[in-house]
């Protein structure tokens, strides 16, 4: 079993940039069992996983301003 565990450091909310692009062909490539992806955003998107996540942050939560799409745990 293959399990992968990412902190993306906050991609943007376009599904087509270079860097999420880069995220989510990396991903495939590698395919894994089971994905944990840590600062990350609901742009980030794969065909065949079951997908759990924190829901969407406001654009300023804790004082830090957050891209649209953007989560993380919040408690």
């Known amino acids: 079993m293959k399990i992968l565990s990412w ?10 940039s270079g860097k999420n692009i880069f ?3 990396l991903i495939e490539k590698i395919n894994p069992d089971i994905i944990f ?12 996983y079951f997908c759990h996540h924190s829901i ?3 654009e300023f ?3 830090q301003v957050y891209r649209k799409g953007e989560n ?3 408690y």
């Open 56 to 58: 969407a942050l406001p």
């Open 37 to 48: 992806l840590t600062e990350t955003n609901s742009s980030i998107q794969f065909q065949n």
């Open 23 to 25: 995220i989510v062909d």
């Open 72 to 74: 993380r745990v919040r």
């Open 61 to 63: 939560h804790d004082g």
């Open 7 to 16: 902190n993306l450091e906050r991609p943007n909310n376009n599904p087509d």
